[in-house]
C-alpha cells in the first residue's frame, strides 16, 4: 500500500501538467455538445493539427506563444470548416466533423513534411519560468495553470455577452434564435471555430511539452475528453454558465488524477483507453438503466 502510494504521489506533478493542457481539449468538446447542441469529432483533427503547425512554427524561428496562436488560428479554420459544410450542405454534424478530421490527417503530414517532427533545441513558452529555477514539470503546471484561468475568466465573460448569449440560444433552440433575429450561420460556424481553436491550443501546448509534434498524438484524445468532461459536470455541475465552464477544467485534473491511481496499482498503459472506454460508456448508459429500473415503479403510481 505504501509503495502504491508513493508511486500515485510521484505522479501528481507529471499528471497535474498534463491534465491542464487536456483541459482546452476537454473545453473544445464542451462548447460543440452542451452550448451548440451540435456533436462533432472535429477536436480529434484539430488537436494534432495544432501541434504539427506549432511544430513547424518553431523551427522557421517564430516565438512559442505566436507560433501557439498560430495553431489556435488552424484549429480555428478546421472548427468552420466542418461548421460550414452542415450548414451549406446539410450534412450531420458527427459526419462533417469525421470528414474534416479524416482530410487534416493528411494535411497534418503536408504542414510536417514527415509524420513526426522533434522540438527538442527550439524555444518553448516555458523556458520564461525554468530559467526563474523551476524544474520543467512545474513550469509546465505553472504556465498550463496560468492560461487556463486566463481562458476560463474570458470564456465566462463573452458568455454574458450579446454575442455569447446569443451563440447559448442557437445551440438551445436554432429555429427560436433565428426568429428572434440571430444569426445562426454566424454564432455556430463562430462557436465550432472557437471549439476547434482551444484543441489546436492544446495541441501546440502538448508538443511544446514533450518536445516532438506526431501526426498521431490525436488519436484516443476524443475518449479521454468526453470522460474528462462527464467527470467535472458530475463533480462540478452545469446548472449556471459558470458551473459549464469550469467543468471541463475541473474534470482533466481528476481525469488524470484518475489515470495516477489506475498506473500505481499496477494497470499496464496499453489497458487505460479500455478503462476509459468502459467508464464513458457506464456514464452514458447510467440514465437508461436508472429509467428502465424506475419505469415499473411509476407506471403501477399512474395505476393507482
Same mark, same amino acid.
Given at each position: 500500500?505504501?509503495?502504491?502510494?508513493?508511486?500515485y504521489?510521484?505522479l501528481?506533478?507529471?499528471t497535474?501538467?498534463?491534465?491542464?493542457?487536456?483541459?482546452?481539449?476537454?473545453l473544445?468538446v464542451?462548447?460543440?455538445?452542451?452550448?451548440?447542441s451540435?456533436?462533432?469529432?472535429?477536436?480529434?483533427?484539430?488537436?494534432?493539427l495544432?501541434?504539427?503547425v506549432?511544430a513547424?512554427?518553431?523551427l522557421?524561428?517564430?516565438?512559442?506563444?505566436p507560433?501557439?496562436?498560430l495553431?489556435?488560428?488552424a484549429?480555428?479554420?478546421?472548427?468552420?470548416?466542418?461548421a460550414?459544410?452542415?450548414?451549406?450542405?446539410r450534412?450531420?454534424t458527427?459526419?462533417?466533423?469525421?470528414?474534416v478530421?479524416?482530410?487534416?490527417?493528411?494535411i497534418? !503530414?503536408?504542414? @510536417?513534411?514527415? #509524420?513526426?517532427?522533434?522540438v527538442?533545441?527550439?524555444? *518553448? &513558452?516555458?523556458?520564461?519560468?525554468?530559467? =526563474?529555477?523551476?524544474?520543467?514539470?512545474?513550469?509546465?503546471?505553472?504556465?498550463?495553470?496560468?492560461l487556463a484561468?486566463?481562458?476560463?475568466?474570458?470564456?465566462?465573460?463573452?458568455?454574458?455577452?450579446?454575442?455569447?448569449t446569443?451563440?447559448?440560444?442557437?445551440g438551445?433552440?436554432a429555429?427560436m434564435a433565428?426568429?428572434?433575429g440571430?444569426?445562426?450561420?454566424?454564432?455556430?460556424?463562430?462557436?465550432?471555430?472557437?471549439?476547434?481553436?482551444?484543441?489546436?491550443?492544446?495541441?501546440?501546448?502538448?508538443?511544446?511539452?514533450q518536445?516532438?509534434?506526431d501526426?498521431n498524438?490525436?488519436?484516443?484524445?476524443?475518449i479521454?475528453?468526453?470522460a474528462?468532461?462527464?467527470i467535472?459536470?458530475?463533480?462540478?455541475?452545469?446548472?449556471?454558465?459558470a458551473?459549464?465552464m469550469l467543468?471541463?477544467?475541473a474534470?482533466a485534473?481528476?481525469?488524470?488524477? !484518475?489515470?495516477? @491511481?489506475?498506473l #500505481?496499482?499496477?494497470?499496464p498503459?496499453?489497458?487505460? *483507453? &479500455?478503462?476509459?472506454g468502459?467508464f464513458? =460508456?457506464?456514464?452514458l448508459?447510467?440514465?437508461?438503466?436508472?429509467?428502465?429500473k424506475?419505469?415499473?415503479?411509476r407506471?403501477?403510481?399512474?395505476?393507482?
Amino acid at each position: 500500500m505504501a509503495d502504491v502510494l508513493s508511486a500515485y504521489i510521484a505522479l501528481i506533478p507529471v499528471t497535474l501538467a498534463q491534465s491542464l493542457i487536456l483541459s482546452f481539449v476537454v473545453l473544445a468538446v464542451m462548447i460543440p455538445f452542451r452550448i451548440l447542441s451540435f456533436p462533432d469529432l472535429t477536436s480529434e483533427g484539430a488537436y494534432p493539427l495544432g501541434g504539427c503547425v506549432c511544430a513547424v512554427a518553431l523551427l522557421n524561428g517564430v516565438p512559442p506563444f505566436p507560433a501557439l496562436l498560430l495553431s489556435a488560428a488552424a484549429g480555428f479554420l478546421a472548427g468552420c470548416t466542418t461548421a460550414f459544410i452542415h450548414l451549406r450542405f446539410r450534412i450531420h454534424t458527427l459526419l462533417a466533423g469525421i470528414l474534416v478530421t479524416t482530410m487534416l490527417y493528411s494535411i497534418n !503530414l503536408r504542414v @510536417m513534411g514527415k #509524420a513526426n517532427q522533434p522540438v527538442f533545441r527550439e524555444d *518553448k &513558452i516555458y523556458d520564461m519560468v525554468t530559467a =526563474l529555477g523551476l524544474s520543467g514539470t512545474y513550469a509546465k503546471m505553472l504556465i498550463a495553470g496560468a492560461l487556463a484561468g486566463l481562458v476560463l475568466l474570458l470564456l465566462n465573460l463573452w458568455f454574458a455577452t450579446e454575442r455569447g448569449t446569443a451563440m447559448r440560444a442557437v445551440g438551445a433552440n436554432a429555429d427560436m434564435a433565428e426568429a428572434q433575429g440571430i444569426n445562426v450561420w454566424r454564432a455556430t460556424i463562430g462557436g465550432i471555430g472557437l471549439a476547434g481553436a482551444f484543441a489546436a491550443f492544446g495541441g501546440g501546448l502538448m508538443i511544446q511539452s514533450q518536445g516532438f509534434a506526431d501526426v498521431n498524438v490525436g488519436l484516443g484524445i476524443l475518449i479521454n475528453a468526453l470522460a474528462a468532461l462527464m467527470i467535472g459536470e458530475a463533480v462540478v455541475g452545469k446548472q449556471t454558465v459558470a458551473r459549464q465552464m469550469l467543468a471541463p477544467f475541473a474534470g482533466a485534473v481528476i481525469y488524470y488524477q !484518475l489515470i495516477s @491511481m489506475c498506473l #500505481a496499482i499496477g494497470l499496464p498503459p496499453g489497458d487505460l *483507453k &479500455i478503462a476509459t472506454g468502459i467508464f464513458v =460508456l457506464i456514464m452514458l448508459a447510467g440514465p437508461a438503466l436508472r429509467n428502465r429500473k424506475t419505469a415499473p415503479a411509476r407506471r403501477e403510481a399512474t395505476r393507482l
